[in-house]
C-alpha cells in the first residue's frame, strides 16, 4: 500500500504519526530567522520573484568564495538535474551513474531522451572503475551523488577526482552534494573542481540541513558557458521569493546548521549501532555519510524489509521501503529528533523480537 503523507495532517491513515523519517529532511525545521525573512516577503505575494535570484546568489557566492555569476538556482536541486540533463544530453546521448544512486538520474536522462546507463556498485558504494569503463563515446553526462542517496555510502576526493579525471573532456560531470553538509574528513564537494575544469557541475539544496524543503531551493556552479546553457532552458521565474529570501536568512543562520550537522551524526550513528545490533537477525546498517541510515535484511534471513517497513508503519514511523528503486532488502530512515530516533529504533527491535521470538 502507498501511503501518502500530508504535511500538518497528524494522521496516517487511522494511526498517529510518531516520526515521518522517510525524506531526510531536517528535523528541527526550518531556521527560525528563515521563517521570519519568508514571513516578511508574504506580503508582496502579488509580485513576480527575482527571476535571477541576484541576492541569493550573492550571499551563495560571498560564503563559499564563488563567482556568483557562475551560479544558477533551481526550483531544488531536481530541478537542475533536469537542466543537466536538457542542456548537454539529447536523443542518442547516455547519461551515466551508479547503480542505486539518486531516482531523479534515471527520469532526466529519460526526459530528454537519453539513454539513461547504470554502472555497477560495491556493495551500494560508487565503484570508479566501472564508472570509467562504462563511459563510451555517447556518454554526454555522468551524475555522482556523494554522499549518496538512497545508500548513504561516500567516496573519497581522490577517487571523485579520479573518475573526473578519466572522463572524456565533452563529457559534464554533475557532482550533486545534497548532502555535503553531513560529510566529514577529506571530501569533494565539487566547488573545487569547478574552478579548475570547464566541465563539472556542483549541485546543492537547501532541502536537506537548511530545512527548506517545501520552499524548493537548489543551486549549482560551474563554468560560464554551462551555466549559460542550463539558463536558456530553465523556467524564468523558477524560486519563489520566499525561498530566496529563506535560503539567505538560513544560509546566515550558522548556529542552526551546526545544531543540525552535530545532532544528525550523532545520533545516526546511534541509529546505525542499533540496527547493527540487530545483526543476527540479519541486519545491516550500510555505513552512512548523509542524515539517513539504509538497513539492509539478508537474503537468507528470517526477516524482510517489507515487513519490517510495514511494522514501522503500524507504529507510526514513516520509513522508505525501496522496492521501487530494485531494493527491495533495503529500507532508509532518516534521522530525527533524538524522540523520533528512539522510536524508529524501539519500533524495529519491536518486530525483529516479536518475529524472531
Ligand atoms: N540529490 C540528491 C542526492 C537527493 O537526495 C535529493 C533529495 O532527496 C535531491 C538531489 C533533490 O533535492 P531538492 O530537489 O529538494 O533540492
Given at each position: 500500500a502507498i501511503h501518502a503523507y500530508v504535511p500538518g495532517k497528524a494522521s496516517l491513515d487511522a494511526r498517529p504519526v510518531v516520526a515521518k523519517l522517510s525524506s531526510n529532511?531536517?528535523?528541527?525545521?526550518?531556521?527560525?530567522k528563515a521563517v521570519a525573512a519568508m514571513t516578511a516577503v508574504l506580503?508582496?505575494?502579488?509580485?513576480?520573484?527575482?527571476?535571477?535570484?541576484t541576492a541569493l546568489r550573492e550571499a551563495l557566492a560571498a560564503r563559499h568564495g564563488i563567482e556568483a555569476a557562475q551560479i544558477i538556482c533551481g526550483t531544488g536541486s531536481d530541478e537542475l538535474i533536469h537542466l543537466v540533463a536538457g542542456a548537454f544530453a539529447g536523443p542518442g546521448d547516455e547519461v551515466l551513474y551508479v547503480r542505486y544512486g539518486f531516482a531523479v538520474y534515471d527520469i532526466a536522462a529519460r526526459r530528454v531522451g537519453a539513454v539513461p546507463v547504470v554502472a555497477p556498485d560495491v556493495d551500494y558504494t560508487c565503484d570508479v572503475d566501472a564508472v570509467l569503463a562504462a563511459v563510451t563515446e555517447r556518454t554526454?553526462?555522468?551524475?555522482?551523488?556523494?554522499?549518496n542517496n538512497p545508500t548513504g555510502t561516500?567516496?573519497?576526493?581522490?577517487?571523485?577526482?579520479?573518475?573526473?579525471?578519466?572522463?572524456?573532456?565533452?563529457?559534464?560531470?554533475?557532482?550533486?552534494?545534497?548532502?555535503?553538509?553531513?560529510?566529514?574528513?577529506?571530501y569533494e564537494d565539487g566547488l573545487a573542481l569547478v574552478k579548475a575544469f570547464p566541465n563539472v557541475v556542483a549541485l546543492r539544496t537547501f532541502s536537506k540541513i537548511y530545512g527548506l524543503a517545501a520552499q524548493r531551493v537548489g543551486w549549482a556552479y560551474a563554468a560560464?558557458?554551462?551555466?549559460?546553457?542550463?539558463?536558456?532552458?530553465?523556467?524564468p521565474f523558477n524560486v519563489p521569493a520566499t525561498g530566496q529570501a529563506g535560503a539567505i536568512a538560513a544560509l546566515a543562520d550558522v548556529d542552526w546548521v551546526e545544531k543540525t550537522r552535530a545532532h544528525t551524526i550523532a545520533w545516526r550513528e546511534w541509529l546505525a549501532g542499533e540496527v547493527e545490533a540487530l545483526g543476527n537477525a540479519g541486519l545491516r546498517a550500510i555505513p552512512s555519510a548523509a542524515n539517513f541510515v539504509l538497513v539492509e535484511f539478508?537474503?537468507?534471513?528470517?526477516?524482510?524489509?517489507?515487513?519490517?517497513?510495514?511494522?514501522?508503519?503500524?507504529?507510526?514511523i514513516i520509513a522508505r521501503y525501496l522496492a521501487v528503486q530494485a531494493m527491495p532488502r533495503c529500507i532508509r530512515i532518516s534521522v530525527g529528533t533524538e524522540g523520533e530516533t528512539r522510536?524508529?529504533?524501539?519500533s524495529l527491535r519491536r518486530f525483529v523480537g516479536g518475529v524472531a521470538g
Open positions: 529532511e531536517n528535523p528541527f525545521g526550518p531556521s527560525p506580503g508582496a505575494s502579488h509580485l513576480y520573484p527575482d527571476p535571477a535570484s554526454k553526462v555522468v551524475f555522482l551523488a556523494n554522499p561516500l567516496i573519497s576526493a581522490a577517487e571523485v577526482r579520479r573518475l573526473h579525471a578519466g572522463l572524456p573532456a565533452d563529457c559534464v560531470f554533475a557532482l550533486d552534494a545534497a548532502y555535503a553538509e553531513f560529510a566529514e574528513g577529506e560560464p558557458a554551462l551555466i549559460d546553457a542550463m539558463h536558456r532552458i530553465r523556467a539478508a537474503e537468507d534471513g528470517p526477516l524482510t524489509a517489507a515487513a519490517a517497513n510495514a511494522a514501522l508503519l503500524e507504529d507510526g522510536a524508529a529504533a524501539e
